[in-house]
């Protein structure tokens, strides 16, 4: 494992339970030698996990996933080696913030419509350490206050789309998150497309700029894998994976579940490298 990485993971800044010092924890039991911090739509845990990661001599590559849609399918891109101190992109996530704490507002006024009046938004903010409120965090407190007996069953009666409590994200395509992410020097990934399921979709994200592909996924059979294999190699992608480890959020995956080579750390340096330098050409 000395030889492995995890390029999946989230921390409370977004919708885990897990520290950074607790992720580094983690990692470090697991043996990995590389992780990457991958909160959605923020990059406030990426600092002080490598803060908490740099005694250890454990690589913390800067990551995010950003949340877009198209043809009214949520798309998550993965951005690895992004410059996440400054740039576009930093300056694109007050954007999405704002709007997610708008949309969670929206959300909680729904809910009351339909009866549901002892969820406030201080209580939702309260779960999470930065602005990255999401749907995670409401369907945790539907539950907890009995309202539903598990996440699962918030997002299909309350929250998923279709459902009262329901209210549209942030309007980003695909195409605007990996611009976005190699307008920064970063490299645009697809995340879990075993779970989004728009396959035919692919060749346009690479004709746009996406460079990999999430073919390593937890609790995923063999055939799955390789079908994402064949994928990637047929669109010349880079094969990364991960765990998507949400600590306690996700019961089925956890630090370290799901791991790729160090070589493929390597590539998608390698990668960062070439969008750094188109970067730099394009802001001239």
Not at 201 to 220: D, H, R, S, T
Request: with cysteine.
């Amino acid at each position: 494992m000395a030889s492995s990485a995890d390029l999946h993971i989230h921390t409370f800044f977004s919708d885990s339970t897990s520290s950074p010092q607790e992720v580094v924890d983690e990692a470090l039991l697991a043996g990995l030698s590389c992780i990457a911090i991958t909160d959605h739509d923020i990059v406030e845990g990426v600092n002080p996990t490598i803060e908490a990661a740099s005694p250890h001599h454990l690589e913390v590559v800067p990551g995010i996933e950003l949340s877009s849609e198209f043809e009214n399918c949520d798309i998550h891109i993965l951005g690895y080696f992004i410059d996440h101190n400054k740039g576009p992109l930093h300056e694109k996530i007050d954007v999405f913030l704002d709007a997610r704490m708008e949309r969670m507002k929206k959300m909680i006024m729904n809910l009351k419509a339909v009866g549901i009046n002892n969820i406030e938004f201080e209580e939702v903010c309260a779960l999470t350490q930065s602005r990255a409120v999401g749907r995670a965090h409401l369907a945790a407190l539907l539950q907890q206050k009995g309202w539903v007996s598990n996440i699962k069953s918030a997002f299909e009666k309350y929250i998923g789309p279709g459902c009262p409590g329901y209210a549209p994200k942030y309007k980003q395509t695909p195409f605007e998150a990996i611009e976005l992410i190699r307008s920064c020097g970063g490299v645009a990934v697809m995340a879990h497309p075993m779970l989004t399921q728009k396959d035919e979709l692919i060749p346009q994200f690479v004709a746009a700029g996406l460079k990999g592909l999430e073919v390593y996924y937890p609790n995923c059979i063999n055939t799955v894998t390789e079908f994402y294999e064949r994928i990637a190699q047929k669109n010349n992608l880079i094969a990364t994976g991960g765990s998507d480890a949400h600590g306690k959020a996700k019961s089925f995956t956890y630090v370290g579940k799901r791991t790729v080579p160090l070589e493929v750390v390597e590539q998608l340096r390698r990668a960062s490298v070439i969008a750094r330098s188109e970067a730099t050409k394009q802001s001239l």
